[in-house]
Nanobody, 120 residues
């Protein structure tokens, strides 16, 4: 499996911004790349999805505030998070699947260790 390393989390005030990065150990050009998040006591939820070819999808809760981008030369996926809210606080995980993008975490075969985002 590809190895994924997330970075960029931290503490930010409401209304602030953060950019998360997910560096992959190998090319993932055939895979769906996704960001999930999980807050304490809650299920892991899909936040943003990057299909092969570049189409992106977002959860309704982050639509218009979060933006994905991908640097294929660096095998790195970015999540720009603007207008952050306290409810965005969670551990954010990067994941890949050779399947179609889905919001089901069990469809994803590779996961990073996570990066904590706290909005307060």
């Amino acid at each position: 499996h590809v190895q994924l390393v997330e970075s960029g989390g931290g503490l930010v005030q409401p209304g602030g911004s953060l950019r998360l990065s997910c560096a992959a150990s190998t090319s993932t050009y055939r895979d769906c790349l996704a960001w999930f998040r999980q807050a304490p006591g809650k299920e892991r939820e899909g936040v943003a999805f990057f299909e092969p070819g570049g189409r992106t999808y977002y959860a309704d809760s982050v639509q218009g505030r979060f933006t994905l981008s991908h640097d294929s030369a660096k095998n790195t996926l970015y999540l720009q998070m603007n207008s952050l809210k306290p409810e965005d606080s969670a551990m954010y995980y990067c994941a890949t699947t050779p399947l179609y993008c889905s919001g089901n975490p069990t469809d994803y075969s590779s996961w990073g260790q996570g990066t904590q985002v706290t909005v307060s």
